[in-house]
T-cell receptor
């Protein structure tokens, strides 16, 4: 089935710092790619998505580009805020694990004032 | 309506109790899911329903029993649970199972087994 490798955390940053969370995936076929965010005590929210090669997903200042040649979908934000502190999950869907969403291990982000 | 609603938000139950978790969506999604999530871990898939039929059971113990009464509702019946079953239980829905769109998640039920 599909698999995902996410940058290990936890990641600790100061407010206004640049954020990168790396994500690479293994899948045959052509998956859609997603980033989900989980704030403390809450469920998962879809942060952004991309459905084909070179697509850039963006939301709330976060961006990620679907790189088919490197099978990557790295999450970036130019200036993080304390409110971005959460767990971030990279997830492909629709490759080998036909229709199933496959989660990475998650990256815990803490942003200090 | 673009939400998945889960009730209750918190549940404490004894090991001999029977309880149920409920999940509802009105987005017309025809696939619904139950996940279990332990602290600081990714969600683990438990069950998948597609067009109200059980499509995937990820070898979940029989003390967890899912039910899909109609296309909008998903239940998880709990009986004789163990303390290690304490976790956040998430419900999600999506367009048909073979699709490539994202899932919409509920906010979860935090279950404590005592």
């Amino acid at each position: 089935g599909d698999s995902v490798t996410q940058m290990e955390g936890p990641v600790t940053l100061s407010e206004e710092a640049f954020l990168t969370i790396n994500c690479t995936y293994t899948a045959t076929g052509y998956p859609s790619l997603f980033w989900y965010v989980q704030y403390p005590g809450e469920g998962l929210q879809l942060l952004l998505k991309a459905t084909k090669a070179d697509d850039k997903g963006s939301n709330k200042g976060f961006e990620a580009t679907y790189r088919k040649e490197t099978t990557s979908f790295h999450l970036e934000k130019g200036s993080v805020q304390v409110s971005d502190s959460a767990v971030y999950f990279c997830a492909p869907r629709g490759g080998t694990s036909y229709g199933k969403l496959t989660f990475g291990q998650g990256t815990i982000l803490t942003v200090h004032p | 309506d673009t939400e998945v609603t889960q009730t209750p938000k918190h549940l404490v139950m004894g090991m001999t109790n029977k309880k149920s978790l409920k999940c509802e969506q009105h987005m017309g999604h025809r696939a619904m899911y139950w996940y279990k999530q332990k602290a600081k871990k990714p969600p683990e898939l438990m069950f998948v329903y597609s067009y109200e039929k059980l499509s995937i059971n990820e070898s979940v113990p029989s003390r967890f029993s899912p039910e899909c009464p109609n296309s909008s509702l998903l239940n998880l019946h709990l009986h004789a649970l163990q303390p290690e079953d304490s976790a956040l239980y998430l419900c999600a829905s999506s367009q048909p199972l073979q699709g490539r769109g994202g899932y919409t998640f509920g906010s979860g039920t935090r279950l404590t087994v005592v």
